[in-house]
């Protein structure tokens, strides 16, 4: 069912939505929110329900706390930021379930929203144990009447709060999701060629599953980040101190193969920028990708590589990019992940960020995100998609109620 399906008037909905952001606390304890793209994500659907007279209860997580309450990854300060962005008051009970929670949505009226607590901070909410993660899910099910997936981050996992509880009620999935999909299917059912993905990111074993799925359907490759180092090397180049997966050697080579025999135009660094350390303040240069010094790492692609991949993109109809093409975070070594994403958002193409650090490195970088048709929120589930795999918070949508 699509949301606008749902009957949500005067009803408690639990949305599920993806509200893990960033956090940094200075030295009084006041925490600040560094990046607020998945709370401003999450906007439209909360926004529509309460529209339409629904009674929102959000259900979301922060970082990974094991099932153990730890007051510096409550969601408090991400419904204090909600509220702002909604420009609605937004309830928050420090409680996932029981007496406390149920007794403030008793008190809701319609277009109400109430934030709980991180829901991982019950253990049953990522158990292995169907039987523990059903219970939680009973719980909640026990004063909602419907359910909203609107967490593409999280889809990708089967946890109470993602599938559990979708099959206790009448559900939709979100106008985030939505649009996710739509995206997604977009450019992995029958993309407009040129269709181009650049992938970039720390290492090969991450994104095997991915070169697998797309080498035969994509018409350029291009790779950047550390795992481009695996593929130098597995065409015989010596790399330095550079990130390198020896063991992942034999595989890229046979991605290298399939790509040739494909058809498919794999692009790899020509140059690279070095630091004699991993630090802002390293001593820098760039170098030949045949000729980087003993002792050295590279830590960002070349400049004539980055003018080659904006070649490869510049008449590219369909682009997908799926992590950064260095380390971004650094000054020194961000010039090469702006300037494929410049090139991205300035091509004539659909063009879709896996979410993750690609999506950061944008907003870091100052790169408008209106550029960009589709700049997703989920990173491992964007990945997944990318690998052709079902997703258990996608597949229980189509379940029959």
């Given at each position: ?42 906007v ?62 008793a ?94 990111g ?26 481009a ?7 015989g ?35 690279v ?18 000729a980087?010094p ?85 990173g ?22």
């Open positions: 069912m699509r949301l606008d399906d749902l009957d949500v008037t005067d009803r408690v909905v639990l949305v599920r939505s993806d509200l893990n952001v960033p956090l940094a606390a200075d030295g009084d304890g006041h925490v600040t929110i560094t990046d607020d793209g998945r709370i401003r994500a999450s439209p659907t909360i926004a529509g329900l309460r529209d339409r007279g629904a009674k929102v209860v959000v259900l979301a997580h922060l970082g990974r706390p094991k099932g153990a309450a730890k007051p510096g990854l409550s969601l408090a300060p991400v419904a204090g930021r909600l509220a702002e962005l909604l420009g609605a008051p937004v309830g928050f009970v420090p409680a996932v379930t029981g007496e406390s929670v149920t007794a403030e949505v008190r809701m009226s319609p277009g109400d929203v109430l934030v709980l607590e991180n829901v991982r901070f019950d253990p049953r909410e990522t158990s292995k144990d169907a039987v523990e993660r059903a219970t939680l899910a009973e719980e909640w099910a026990a004063w909602a009447q419907a359910y909203v997936s609107d967490g593409f981050g999280v889809v990708h996992r089967e946890q109470a709060s993602v599938t559990d509880i979708a099959r206790r009620l009448p559900r939709a999935a979100g106008t985030l999701v939505d649009k996710e999909m739509a995206s997604f299917a977009r450019v992995l059912s029958d993309p407009e060629r040129p269709y181009v993905v650049v992938l970039g720390s290492k090969v074993s991450d994104k095997l599953a991915v070169l697998a799925n797309l080498v035969g359907n994509v018409d350029r490759l291009l790779i950047g980040g550390g795992m180092f695996t593929f130098l090397a597995a065409r180049l010596e790399v330095g101190n550079s990130l390198l997966e020896v063991d992942m050697i034999p595989t890229v080579q046979q991605i290298i193969k399939d790509a040739q025999e494909r058809g498919v135009d794999l692009l790899l660094p020509v140059d920028v070095v630091a004699d350390a991993f630090a802002a303040d390293a001593a820098v240069k760039v170098v030949a990708a045949d980087i003993v002792g050295w790492m590279g830590l960002d692609i070349g400049p004539q590589t980055a003018i080659a991949y904006a070649n490869a993109l510049s008449d590219a109809r369909t682009v997908v990019w799926n992590g950064p093409m260095g380390v971004f975070e650094m000054a020194p070594f961000a010039d090469g992940t702006r300037a494929v994403a410049e090139a991205m958002a300035s091509c004539p193409a659909f063009t879709v960020v896996g979410g993750g650090d690609s999506a950061a490195a944008i907003r870091l970088l100052g790169i408008g995100e209106e550029r960009f048709d589709h700049i997703s929120t989920g491992g589930a964007s990945l997944e998609l990318l690998e052709g795999r079902s997703l258990p918070g996608l597949a229980v949508l189509e379940e029959s109620a």
